[in-house]
């Protein structure tokens, strides 16, 4: 069974321009997470939803980044314009429903803003 | 103050050593908590949930003392695969099941 999808793996990008992360869920799943892990920050959550409703998007740094989550099986993070300090990796995460159930993590896009 | 603290590491041991680690959090409305592990440049992963009650998964014990607000993850008889960093995570249901992680501690065992 397939799991947590996202793509890019890798994203090395200009400054100014515009970043889209994808993120397919696993199926059947309802809440999805995005988070980014820097070194100095460690992971953080940047916004979740349940069923395609964003529920917290507290963590968003900043109104350059904005996400979506046209479907119950896919959401879309991105960043416009983007910025040095945006580069981290990108994490999805999703899950059987929000609260106990565990998060099953996608491998990550690995973002670089030159 | 962070709402998870961990020890820092990194902890290097020998192969077969015991090792643990601590994780504090402020939160007292935390209702659940994970350990996770994650190799490097990979994404994390849940190795095990802690219980109230303490819990044993093979050679990994992990143990919540909600009084002390603190957590922690015995690994008996390391092997060299136990080379990672280990996240401390507690879910926060009055956040609607927010999932908070700890810096993570790295740790590296040696033959």
């Known amino acids: 069974d397939a799991g947590v999808i996202q793509s890019p793996r890798h994203e090395v990008t200009e400054m100014g321009q515009e970043v889209t992360l994808r993120c397919k869920l696993i199926s059947g799943h309802n809440s999805l997470f995005w988070y980014r892990q820097t070194m100095m920050r460690g992971l953080e959550l940047l916004i979740y939803f349940n069923n395609n409703v964003p529920i917290d998007d507290s963590g968003m740094p900043e109104d350059r980044f904005s996400a979506k989550m046209p479907n119950a099986s896919f959401s879309t993070l991105k960043i416009q314009p983007s910025e040095p300090r945006d580069s981290a990796v990108y994490f999805c995460?999703?899950?059987?429903?929000?609260?106990?159930?565990?998060?099953?993590f996608g491998p990550g896009t690995r973002l670089l803003v030159l | 103050r962070k709402e998870v603290e961990q020890d820092p590491g990194p902890f290097n041991v020998p192969e077969g050593a015991t090792v643990a680690f601590n994780c504090t959090y402020s939160?007292?409305?935390?209702?659940?908590f994970f350990w996770y592990r994650q190799d490097c440049r990979k994404e994390p992963k849940l190795l095990m949930s802690v219980y109230s009650s303490g819990n044993e998964d093979g050679r990994f014990t992990a143990q919540l003392n909600r009084a002390s607000q603190y957590i922690s993850l015995l690994i008996r008889d390391s092997k060299l695969s136990d080379s990672a960093t280990y996240l401390c995570?507690?879910?926060?249901?009055?956040?609607?099941?927010?999932?908070?992680f700890g810096q993570g501690t790295e740790l590296s065992v040696k033959p």
């Open positions: 939160n007292s409305a935390s209702q659940s």
């Open positions: 995570v507690v879910n926060l249901y009055n956040q609607g099941g927010k999932l908070i």
């Open positions: 995460a999703s899950s059987l429903t929000q609260g106990r159930e565990t998060q099953y």
